[in-house]
Nanobody
Framework: QVQLVESGGELVQAGGSLRLSCAAS????????MAWFRQAPGKEREFVAG????????YYTDSKRGRFIISRDNAKNTMYLQMNSLKPEDTAVYYC????????????????WGQGTQVTVSS
């Protein structure tokens, strides 16, 4: 079982950038496909980006492609989400998630979750 802790969320102005981190512990980090999800107030949790075990493959929802970059450092047991050109609609709690059972873009595809980190983008 893996434990996940997100950090890096804060208040930022529109057009700014943030880098979120997800630190993993408890099991071999490189065994897990990882992903970032987010949940805005009153909305369902949605997929943002995913990355394969080795980091060699990444995937995004179309609206995030080009602005967000997911990466991981297996030596540091950490995943990242670089977010650029932030918009007010990016305001949400951002969660990292892990699975050792393949890949996916749905909440149900992931077994382990962090507690979330708040990102607020002001206009």
């Amino acid at each position: 079982q893996v434990q996940l802790v997100e950090s890096g969320g804060e208040l930022v102005q529109a057009g700014g950038s943030l880098r979120l981190s997800c630190a993993a512990s408890g099991h071999t980090f490189s065994s897990y496909t990882m992903a970032w999800f987010r949940q805005a107030p009153g909305k369902e949790r949605e997929f943002v980006a995913g990355i394969s075990r080795s980091g060699g493959s990444t995937y995004y929802t179309d609206s995030k492609r080009g602005r967000f970059i997911i990466s991981r450092d297996n030596a540091k047991n950490t995943m990242y989400l670089q977010m650029n050109s932030l918009k007010p609609e990016d305001t949400a709690v951002y969660y990292c998630a892990a699975t050792n059972m393949g890949t996916g873009v749905a909440v149900r595809d992931y077994d382990y979750w962090g507690q979330g980190t708040q990102v607020t983008v002001s206009s």
